[in-house]
């Protein structure tokens, strides 16, 4: 199992601190409802007649309805019931049956109650969870898996849905052997949803078809441009004026040259980590305006060139990983945690960047995340 190292910062230690007390809260929480069973159980036969424990057993299902499952519920709304039951037959020597049926009666009715709220909560939960799974199947759809070897090159690519239906689609990539090189593609659609996914679909055609036909990538990213400008006149409102990809475009010539072209238009910077530890981030020489608004600039594209060593690995990756937060509102740094660190191959090294945002996010991601890796193997 690879793991990333912590970032080295003075504050580590407290970082370190305050994520063991966030786990214990959680798990606090998950345990609430088994406490509170005990507690009753303890207070009912510990205390005199004329206390009850009722309120312990009543707040047990009520604390696991909006937390468990309808099964978990009902089990825990049992087990309240029977150890309130339990307690009043143990206490029943010394207190009126009266007071005991009442106090039974009042767990009853407060379980039944939970799972009506455990319902209820599922009932709310259900029809954005059909909406990200929609939104979600769409956007893989539209994601051809690359193979695992192309032109001699190890790719690897990954897409992670959010975990709101809101933030689902639009985060798109594709890789192609193409007659100038192998050529590949990380965007992200401006917006969510099924229109987001709609213009992915329109960025990705576009972008098949250029890389086999176009000689450079300033003129592969010309093609896109246009295309997007048609697919933007045929909307309305904000969308026809304000609709754009931000996206980054790769080539590693065909001719064996170990030699990388990155044309970035508005996205995050790829990283190159080499096999020695080192790490660089790919930032353009110059900043360019997203895909979709290249009138707004007046200048050709002109992709920048690097040297890209056998060994090496390259990593692109949607703002669904940099804009990632943990409980205390810090950002992801894939830079910081990936620094001094080797990897076999571009699989390992995706999985392990999508493990280590969920452990910094506590989850699974706020936005959605499409990720590629490339390597050039040893030798190359």
Request: net charge positive; hydrophobic share 45%.
């Amino acid at each position: 199992m690879w793991r990333l190292r912590d970032e080295a910062s003075p504050g580590g230690e407290g970082e370190k601190r305050r994520s063991r007390v966030v786990l214990f809260g959680r798990l606090l929480v998950r345990r609430l409802p088994l406490l509170l069973i005990a507690g009753g159980l303890v207070f009912g036969m510990g205390t005199p007649a004329g206390y009850t424990a009722a309120p312990f057993f009543a707040a047990a299902p009520l604390a696991a309805a909006p937390l468990s499952s309808l099964r978990g519920t009902v089990l825990t709304a049992l087990a309240a019931v029977l150890g309130e039951i339990w307690v009043v037959g143990y206490r029943s020597a010394a207190q009126g049956r009266g007071a005991s049926v009442t106090e039974v009666l009042t767990v009853l009715v407060v379980a039944l109650a939970a799972l009506g709220v455990n319902r209820a909560v599922r009932l709310a939960a259900a029809r954005p969870v059909s909406l990200q799974d929609v939104s979600e199947a769409a956007q893989r759809a539209v994601l051809a898996t690359p193979p695992e070897r192309l032109a001699g090159l190890a790719i690897a690519a990954r897409y992670v849905g959010a975990r709101a239906a809101a933030r689902s689609g639009g985060d798109l990539y594709a890789v192609q052997d193409t007659p100038h090189g192998v050529r590949l593609i990380v965007g992200d659609v401006r917006g969510k949803g099924t229109a987001a996914v709609q213009t992915a679909v329109i960025v990705l055609g576009a972008f098949r078809e250029a890389a086999e036909q176009e000689r450079t990538l300033g003129a592969v990213a010309g093609r896109l441009e246009r295309a997007l400008q048609r697919e933007g006149g045929q909307r309305e409102g904000v969308e026809q004026t304000e609709g754009f990809t931000t996206a980054v475009l790769a080539e590693i010539p065909a001719n064996g040259q170990p030699v990388l072209r990155v044309l970035n238009r508005g996205h995050p910077s790829p990283l190159l980590l080499t096999p020695d530890g080192g790490l660089r981030e790919l930032a353009p020489a110059a900043h360019a305006l997203p895909l979709g608004l290249g009138e707004m600039a007046g200048r050709p594209d002109r992709p920048d060139e690097t040297f890209f060593p056998a060994g090496a690995l390259l990593l692109f990756f949607t703002d669904g990983v940099t804009e990632a937060r943990d409980l205390l509102g810090r950002f992801y740094n894939p830079s910081g945690k990936l620094r001094g660190c080797r990897f076999p191959g571009p699989d390992v090294l995706l999985d392990t960047v999508i493990e280590d945002v969920a452990r910094h996010t506590g989850g699974a991601p706020a936005d959605d995340m499409a990720l590629v890796a490339v390597q050039r193997p040893m030798g190359a």
